[in-house]
Antibody, heavy 119, light 107 residues
Framework: EMQLLDSGGGLVQPGGSLRLSCAAS????????MSWVRQAPGKGLEWVST????????YYADSVKGRFTISRDNSKNTLHLQMNSLRADDTAVYFC????????????WGQGKMVTVSS | DIQVTQSPSFLSASVGDRVTITCRAS??????LAWYQQQPGKAPKLLIY???TLHSGVPSRFSGSGSGTEFTLTISSLQPEDFATYYC?????????FGQGTRVEIK
């Protein structure tokens, strides 16, 4: 069974840093682009970032560009999101997600991790 | 950036009803559109990709149509487990934008 398990998250002060991780199992991780999507409390879904299969290409939403870094370790089947200079409006549940084989849609999702930015 | 606008934001329906949700893109995206269902407190689930292709395991009462800038998600006969929030998402390049969501509630 294809699965993604998110870890990390928690409470951090404004301006602080946090690292999210996502462990993949049940599929060949290196064959798929991977992404992070977030959802602020009571709000809709917001795409955050995507990394290519090899890790050579990365893409970011304007709202996180320059502050967040997506990376992957294909030898360990793990995806990461390093979040720096965190702001209150970064407070959200963060999901990792796998691209569908035939389309840039998200067919497998992690369970999500809450990140709260507050003093 | 391509914007996607969903309508309605909220709809109230009964079990057995036919339900249609619309998504409009700010520019043509061919058929690069996906639909998701999200239950409260859960991760979203992919229903449809490429505008009309049903994802594996999704019941056939769900269908999608459209191309260019206008798309629809139809649930032919609403079931109790279908009461949820639905999102469209364009997958024609970056940023990959989502619609605002449509909450489907029991009448």
């Amino acid at each position: 069974e294809m699965q993604l398990l998110d870890s990390g998250g928690g409470l951090v002060q404004p301006g602080g840093s946090l690292r999210l991780s996502c462990a993949a199992s049940g599929f060949t991780f290196s064959n798929y682009a991977m992404s992070w999507v977030r959802q602020a409390p009571g709000k809709g879904l917001e795409w955050v970032s995507t990394i290519s299969r090899s890790g050579d290409s990365t893409y970011y939403a304007d709202s996180v560009k320059g502050r967040f870094t997506i990376s992957r370790d294909n030898s360990k089947n793990t995806l990461h999101l390093q979040m720096n200079s965190l702001r209150a409006d970064d407070t959200a549940v963060y999901f990792c997600a796998k691209d569908h084989r035939w389309a840039e849609a998200f067919d497998i999702w992690g369970q999500g991790k809450m990140v709260t930015v507050s003093s | 950036d391509i914007q996607v606008t969903q309508s309605p934001s909220f709809l109230s329906a009964s079990v057995g009803d036919r339900v249609t949700i619309t998504c409009r893109a700010s520019q043509g995206i061919s058929t690069y559109l996906a639909w998701y269902q999200q239950q409260p407190g859960k991760a979203p689930k992919l229903l449809i990709y490429a505008a009309s292709t049903l994802h594996s395991g999704v019941p056939s009462r769900f269908s999608g149509s459209g191309s260019g800038t206008e798309f629809t998600l139809t649930i032919s006969s609403l079931q109790p487990e279908d009461f949820a929030t639905y999102y469209c998402q364009q997958h024609n390049g970056y940023p990959r934008t989502f619609g605002q969501g449509t909450r489907v509630e029991i009448k």
